[in-house]
């Protein structure tokens, strides 16, 4: 799937969305799943760095 066909697709379904009044409910779903991605990658999860014995 080339970059054109999936603008073309994006810019469709907005335009649907805005269409039937659904739009601030998708962005405030996608805003929930950024939080959600940002929160999943936070350092606190990463465990600790492998570092070399301090003498």
Request: positive net charge.
């Amino acid at each position: 799937m080339g970059i054109q066909k999936l603008i073309s697709i994006s810019a469709t379904l907005a335009v649907l969305l805005v269409s039937t009044g659904q739009l601030p409910k998708v962005l405030k779903v996608v805003r929930v799943a950024q939080l959600q991605l940002i929160k999943d990658s936070q350092a606190s999860k990463w465990g600790m760095p492998m570092l070399p014995p301090s003498r």
